[in-house]
Structures are given as structure tokens and as C-alpha cells.
């Protein structure tokens, strides 16, 4: 009898210290990306975007921006498919419906070149000097394109002739994938800088 309170407290205890280990861990994780975020534009959005994914990311920058960049991606795509579907919506102005055509086609084209960069991504495991700075010249550049499309799309919405919940969705959509996007592109340009 007391052999087996002395294994369970035995057992408990390793699974206590287990428990706490990995709890650390992932406070420290958490604390990188809390520490990494402060850079960017929109550091809330980006500790709320990424702390989900701290076990993922522990405590690698290469880890931390090639997540940042597949949040902006499914973002980026998540957006596309709601505003696709608003083209569906019945009483459309035409302009209306000309503006969320026009935003589709600037989230598609933003959809590519983040997806374009996540591939360029992965594909640099090994890259080193020259190359690895030609990499990230690529990814740089397509990400801040995606941003330009981004900003693009709201503008086809300027004007009075075209406020109302339509205008107002897709700017909240649109908003939240440009800050995610843009926080990607500040840790980006901080991972290759240290490179």
C-alpha cells in the first residue's frame, strides 16, 4: 500500500514537472513572438495571429516568419472567397458590383503572390549568402505587391455613392488581411536583415 502511494506520487510529480516544462516552453514561445511583433506595424494583430501556432514557431524567426506569412495566405484566400460570394448578392448597383469584381480580382492576384512567396520560402532551406538575399528580395517584393492589391480593392470603394454594409464588410475583411499581411512583410524584413 505504501509502495503504490509512492508511485503515485512519483508519477505525479514527473507529470507535474512534464506539464510545467512544456508550459514554459511555450510561455517562452509566446514571448518571442510577443518580442518579434513589437516591430510591426500592428503588434496586437500580430501576437493575436500568431500565438496560436507558439509551439510551432518556439523560438525560430525562419519558423516565425514562414507562419506569418501562411496566416496572411489563409487570410488572403479566406477574404477572396467572401467577397467572391457577395457577387453573388441580388440588387447589386452596378457600380457596386463592378467595385467587388474588381476587389476579387485584387485578392486573387494578392492570393498568388503570397502563395508564390510561400513557395519561395520553403524552397530556401539551404540557401546562404547571394541566394538566400536573392530569396528574400523575391518574397519582399511579392509581399508588399499583395499589399498594394489590397489597398487596391478598397479603393474601387471610395465615394459616397457607395457606403452601406457591402462597403463596410469588405473594408473590415480587407483591413484585417492588409495589417496580417503587413506584419508579415515587417518580420520578413527582419529576418533577412539579420542574414
Not at 21 to 49: H, N, Y
Not at 64 to 93: H, M, P, Q
Not at 167 to 179: D, E, M, P, T, V
Amino acid at each position: 500500500m505504501a509502495a503504490a502511494k509512492l508511485l503515485f506520487l512519483a508519477a505525479a510529480f514527473l507529470s507535474l514537472s512534464y506539464l510545467s516544462g512544456a508550459s514554459g516552453t511555450a510561455a517562452a514561445s509566446t514571448s518571442f513572438i510577443k518580442s518579434s511583433c513589437k516591430s510591426t506595424t500592428f503588434p496586437e494583430v500580430c501576437v493575436a495571429s500568431l500565438s496560436g501556432y507558439a509551439q510551432a514557431i518556439k523560438n525560430s524567426q525562419e519558423q516565425l516568419v514562414k507562419t506569418a506569412l501562411s496566416v496572411s495566405l489563409d487570410r488572403a484566400e479566406s477574404t477572396k472567397g467572401f467577397v467572391s460570394k457577395l457577387l453573388k448578392f441580388k440588387g447589386l448597383k452596378p457600380r457596386e458590383y463592378a467595385a467587388i469584381k474588381d476587389c476579387v480580382e485584387e485578392t486573387n492576384d494578392s492570393v498568388d503572390r503570397l502563395s508564390r512567396s510561400v513557395n519561395e520560402l520553403k524552397g530556401m532551406d539551404r540557401s546562404h549568402g547571394k541566394d538566400f538575399q536573392w530569396h528574400m528580395s523575391n518574397v519582399e517584393t511579392w509581399v508588399s505587391a499583395a499589399i498594394t492589391d489590397e489597398n487596391t480593392c478598397t479603393d474601387g470603394f471610395a465615394g459616397r455613392a457607395l457606403n452601406g454594409r457591402i462597403k463596410a464588410s469588405i473594408r473590415s475583411h480587407i483591413a484585417n488581411l492588409a495589417q496580417v499581411t503587413s506584419n508579415a512583410l515587417a518580420l520578413i524584413n527582419q529576418y533577412a536583415a539579420k542574414h
